[in-house]
C-alpha cells in the first residue's frame, strides 16, 4: 500500500506544485474561517453583519431583528 501512495516529487510540473501549494492554503483558510466562525466570543459580531445583503440606501434597517418592520 505504501508504494501507492508514494510520490515522485522530481517528476512534479509546475502546475503540480501550484495546485499542491493551492489545496494545502485553502485547507488552512477553511480551517481558520470553521474556527472563527464557531468560536462562541464572535457570535456577536457575526451576529451584527446578518443581514447585510437585505441592507441597502433605502430600507436600512428593515430586516432587523428576524421581522419585517
Same mark, same amino acid.
Given at each position: 500500500?505504501?508504494?501507492?501512495?508514494?510520490?515522485?516529487?522530481?517528476?512534479?510540473?509546475?502546475?503540480?506544485?501550484?495546485?499542491?501549494?493551492?489545496?494545502?492554503?485553502?485547507?488552512?483558510?477553511?480551517?481558520?474561517?470553521?474556527?472563527?466562525? @464557531?468560536? /462562541?466570543?464572535?457570535? !456577536?459580531?457575526?451576529? %451584527? +453583519?446578518? @443581514?447585510? /445583503?437585505?441592507?441597502? !440606501?433605502?430600507?436600512? %434597517? +428593515?430586516?432587523?431583528?428576524?421581522?419585517?418592520?
Amino acid at each position: 500500500m505504501g508504494d501507492y501512495f508514494q510520490t515522485d516529487w522530481a517528476a512534479m510540473t509546475v502546475n503540480d506544485w501550484v495546485g499542491l501549494i493551492m489545496t494545502v492554503v485553502v485547507f488552512f483558510v477553511m480551517i481558520w474561517a470553521y474556527v472563527y466562525t @464557531f468560536n /462562541p466570543k464572535n457570535h !456577536d459580531k457575526l451576529e %451584527d +453583519q446578518r @443581514f447585510i /445583503p437585505f441592507d441597502d !440606501d433605502e430600507n436600512k %434597517d +428593515q430586516f432587523r431583528n428576524g421581522e419585517k418592520k
